[in-house]
């Protein structure tokens, strides 16, 4: 039920939507606390609204992230209004179709709109960390060896014992703590840049064929292999080996073009990466599903911890986490 308040002041705040004339969808959209809806009016177009809640603080600064990014050159949608105290966004309407939407097209048509989200994200790599001054909007705490154990832990919490049924004192057993810590301490001694933070498929929209970036507001300092890692290891979308391999060459290339080319230990880094960032989708499936009880969330697990035991297999000195990935049969 869309409460009357909004529709008033809709109508009041874009004369061409006549408040007896707006028809009103809400969108599905991820697992947060934001409510979205398309506003039509007949004939004269339409817009997102987005109504979000107080659960997190970052909702606050999507606007002024996203005016930041508008400044860099990323594709984001235009904002209209923002109504900080009723928590109110009016936005451009970028469509209905995500890159999600393309997952079972043939590569020939998907790899262009990949190429063109590479181009948004390097884009943000290489040119948002550069900007200083009073006016950069609030970014989220940075990405540092607690939040990289903290991913590691809500995989463990809500993945491995909620989901699973491992018992903590087997997790303890087989998790392999001493490598684990290192790896959390190796990435948090990398030189960071803005990163996107949840890079995947359905926060990438295609508007004429070129990407557009949406649910940015978690923003903050890390690795730019993090953001790779998110959209090539999407467990929304399979992905072959040969595709990923041809983004991340592709990604690579970019940012040689960008006069920032990565270092010789980048792929080692997209391979840790990945395994964070599994891990936090992971841990986020278990603890959507079953405590926020929404159950579709826990048809993506398999899909992502298949990739999880890939890529822990190429990673030397997790044979016993990789043990214990074994166990965790769908």
């Known amino acids: 039920m869309i409460p009357e308040s909004i529709l008033d002041q809709t109508a009041a705040r874009f004369p061409n939507f006549f408040r007896d004339r707006i028809r009103i969808e809400p969108l599905e959209k991820g697992g947060s606390d934001r409510k979205y809806y398309r506003i039509e009016m007949c004939g004269e177009g339409s817009l997102i609204l987005v109504k979000y809640g107080n659960q997190r603080e970052e909702n606050r600064h999507y606007c002024d992230i996203d005016a930041f990014l508008t400044s860099i050159g990323v594709r984001v949608p235009a904002i209209f209004h923002h109504d900080h105290r009723e928590g109110l966004i009016w936005m451009e309407d970028l469509g209905a179709d995500d890159l999600w939407q393309f997952r079972n097209e043939p590569w020939s048509a998907r790899q262009p709109l990949y190429h063109s989200a590479l181009e948004e994200i390097v884009r943000l790599h290489t040119l948002g960390h550069l900007v200083t001054g009073p006016s950069l909007p609030r970014f989220q705490i940075a990405f540092d060896a607690d939040l990289y154990r903290w991913e590691q832990n809500y995989f463990f919490e809500n993945c491995a014992t909620r989901y699973f049924g491992i018992a903590p004192a087997v997790l303890e057993a087989g998790i392999g703590r001493d490598p684990m810590n290192a790896i959390a301490e190796r990435l948090a001694a990398l030189p960071r840049v803005l990163v996107h933070r949840d890079f995947q498929s359905q926060n990438i929209m295609i508007l004429e064929g070129r990407a557009c970036l949406i649910d940015f507001q978690g923003m903050r300092p890390g690795l730019a292999a993090y953001d790779l890692a998110s959209l090539l290891y999407d467990p929304y979308v399979t992905l072959s080996a040969g595709e990923r391999d041809a983004l991340l060459d592709d990604a690579i290339s970019l940012y040689a073009k960008a006069g920032v080319p990565v270092g010789d230990d980048f792929r080692e880094q997209f391979d840790l990466c990945a395994m ?38 190429r990673i030397p000195g997790l044979d016993s986490f990789l043990r214990l990935l074994d166990r965790m049969e769908v």
């Open 276 to 313: 964070q960032r599994l891990m936090q989708a992971l841990g986020a499936y278990g603890f959507l599903g079953l405590v926020k009880e929404h159950p579709h969330f826990l048809a993506h697990i398999p899909a992502a911890l298949g990739s999880l035991r890939e890529v822990v297999a």
